[in-house]
């Protein structure tokens, strides 16, 4: 078992309209920085990305930030993290991402936050890598996106024992919990990196 250190999170770059998932991103990056856990994220300074990130460095976490320096132009980024990585693409990105954390968390957000979650949730089945992938679901928010994830699976488009690799939980603490004590499943084999 590989020990916890850091967490990837995915969440949305808009505050959204429920005050209730700000505060759930505030309280993640909270409990994140009280347990010693480095924060890799996106590196936005704005929405739930920011929220999260402040309440983490507010708490004196560690936060690496990862972000396109396309989006960095636009001035979106964060100034005051622990550590920034600008990079050249959202591909270099994701791939930095999944290098430098040890799992991967979704809190509620929009199509970026999804094809995150996926991409990441994706790898684990193909074996690319070996890291827990969850979603926080705060207030059920991510309720629908599950019922089609368990239809996908009922359909025989997703394998059960995929299924299982996406994690869920609406409890913060538990969810942590569960991450570090993560077995991955054993899978076919493992890609090696030239076929990744
Ligand atoms: P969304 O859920 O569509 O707001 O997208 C949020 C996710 O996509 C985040 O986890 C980021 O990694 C990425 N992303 C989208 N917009 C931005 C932005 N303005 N700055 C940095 N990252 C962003």
Known sequence: MTPLRSVCVFCGSSPGVDGRHADAARDFGARLARRGLTLVYGG?????????????????????????RGLWAREVGHTG????????????????MAE???AFVALPGGAGTLEELFEAWTWAMLGI??????????????????????????????????????????????????????EPPAVERWLTPDEQ
Do not use: C, N
């Open 44 to 68: 936005a300074r704005r929405g739930l990305m920011g929220a999260l990130a402040d309440a983490a460095l507010e708490d004196g976490g560690r936060v690496t930030g990862i972000i396109p």
């Open 81 to 96: 993290l622990s550590e920034l990585l600008v990079v050249d693409t959202m591909h270099e990105r994701k791939a930095l």
């Open 100 to 102: 430098r954390a040890d």
């Open 129 to 182: 890598h070996a890291k827990p992938v969850a979603v926080l679901d705060v207030d059920g928010f991510f309720a629908p996106l599950l019922a089609m994830v368990d239809h996908m699976t009922e359909a025989g488009f997703v394998r059960a024992a995929h299924r299982q690799m996406l994690l869920v939980d609406d409890d913060a603490d538990r969810l942590l919990a569960r991450l570090a004590a993560y």
